[in-house]
């Protein structure tokens, strides 16, 4: 049993592995659009959270007041 478990723990390894090189370029570096796909949905979930979503509301619409809009 015990060598099920090591060769199970290095698969997982090697799928994650996998899983964390999509986008990456063989300079090791992720494209641009790959990082921001990554980063988006946690941003809006945490700008949903926080309040961010009506402060820019307020702000778009101090702004187009001041244009005449």
């Known amino acids: 049993m ?3 478990a090591g060769r ?10 996998a899983v964390a090189d999509i986008g990456t370029r063989p300079s090791g570096r992720r494209h ?5 796909a990554m980063v988006l949905p946690l ?3 945490l700008a949903i959270v926080f309040g961010a979503v009506q ?5 778009a619409s101090s702004v187009a007041g001041m244009l005449g809009h």
Do not use: F, G, K
């Open 8 to 17: 199970t723990a290095s698969r997982t390894r090697e799928r994650l592995a």
């Open 55 to 59: 402060a820019v509301v307020t702000q």
């Open 32 to 36: 641009p659009l790959v990082a921001a």
């Open 2 to 4: 015990a060598h099920t």
């Open 43 to 45: 941003a809006i979930i």
